[in-house]
Structure formats: C-alpha cells, structure tokens
C-alpha cells in the first residue's frame, strides 16, 4: 500500500524546470521559506543549466522531491549508452561533471510517482483504469529495475510506442513500457485508455476518438487531486482535482509553483517570468 502521508503544511508543487536554474532561484525567493517541495519531473534538458538544477534539487534534501519525466529517464539512457542524444539535448554538462555518478544515482532513485493525503503527483498523466493505489504500485515496479543492477539493460527496452494500452494480463517489458509511457509521455487517450503519442497540442487539437486523459468520463483517479506537468501548451489548470503545472519555462513562458492545500480555494499559484531558450516553432 502507498505512503499517503500528511502534507507539509507549506508544501509547493513545481512545474517542470528543463535545466533553468535561474528562473528557479527566482521562484524560490518568491516562496515562503524553506518550503517542502515537490516537483513534477522534466528537471532537466533544454535549458541552459540542467547540472546546476539537479544539484540543487538533491541539495535541498528531504524537503525536496521529484518524479521522474521523460527527459529524467533520457538523460539516465543516455548515460547508460543506449540511447543517443537529442540535437537538442542540454546534457554535456552533467555526462561531464566530476560528480555525474551520484547525480545518475540520485536521479535513478526518485520515483515515478508519489500520493500523499490524497494529491498524486506524476509527470505526464495515468490511465483511466487505473486507481491511485494502482498507479504506485506500477510505478513501483518500474522503480525496481531502475534502482537494480541491471537498470542500463532496462532502459535499453523501456523506449517505444508499444504496447500503448493497458490490459491486466501485460507483462514484462511491455508492461513496464506502458508504465513508463502513461506516467512520463501521456497526454491524450481513448475512454478505453489507448494512447496517443503524436499530438503535443492543447486542447481542441485531440485526434478523432481521443481526449485529455484527465477528461475521460469515470476516470479511476477522480477521488485524488492529480498534480502533473509535461504538457507546455496546455499550461496551467486547476481543478478540484487537477493541478496541471507545466507553463512552457523553457520556451519562454513561465515557472509555475501551486501550494498543495486540500482546499481548492488555498491552493496558492506563484509564477516567474521565463526567458526562452528554445523555440516551438523551430
């Protein structure tokens, strides 16, 4: 069964960072002090300083934690030697940095998704079959392999577009893919949870068939507050039970903190002006 501890009572959400350390410092200066937080992966990758963003998120010790996203899991392959890097990857300072290994190690070791007292915070999304207690414990399957002695061989399979749907009689690799792939990449699915890849555009833009996973009539993980990121042009939603986080700081948006108060009402947004080190258009 998950931990589903009691929240700090300043406790922040923070949208996804791609190695902008800068506007980072700036948000935390706006924060009240010493705050727990928790981030919504994607901590590095694109931006200009994803050494210095990771070393200071395992800096802040407990207070501090982080799902992994899509860009986490990369960089992890990358380093492994099984996956080649991105013309657009931000990485070379961390693959060269004196302290690479602990930092890969640390990165390993964070989860894929966390509850605590009723908020669930992923990266991406979950699928519509799936409860909360569910989520954790898939996700705890997938943390095994990565934090076991064969994690590289792990990272060589996890990437892929298939399977792209859940069924109770997955196993093996592409059971952990779907995982990997719902909790890191998703945006858009079926009511019967069919995953697309494809579309990065916000709502409105969903192929035939398809729509938000968040959208999905009788949604399993409607009785918790979800708290997510990955989808820049969605940008920020806040719902009863949906605090979407991730408002485009790498393309020139905004970072986005939210206080995760169990009272939609104190649910406090803080958000920092952006430079742009990437362009959506290029």
Partial sequence: MPNNKVLHSTLYAVGDLQGCAASLDILLGELPTQPALRFVGDLINR???????????????????????????????????????????????????????????????????????NFLLVHAGVLPQWTATQVIDLAREVEDQLQGPNWQAFLADIFGNTADRWHDGLRGIERHRVVVNALTRLRYCTVDGVMDFKTKEGLGKAPDEFMPWFDVPGRRTEDVTVVCGHWSTLGLVMRPNLMALDTGCVWGGKLTAARMAQDPAERTVVQVECPQYCDPLA
């Fill in 47 to 117: 931006g200009p300083a994803a050494l210095k963003t990771l070393r200071t998120v395992r800096a802040m010790g407990s207070r501090a934690e982080t799902v992994l996203g899509n860009h986490d899991i990369h960089l992890l392959a990358v380093a492994a030697g099984v996956r080649k890097k991105g013309k657009s990857d931000t990485l070379d300072d961390i693959l060269t940095a004196p302290d690479c290994e602990d930092l890969l190690t640390w990165l390993r070791h964070r989860p894929l998704a966390l509850l605590e007292n």
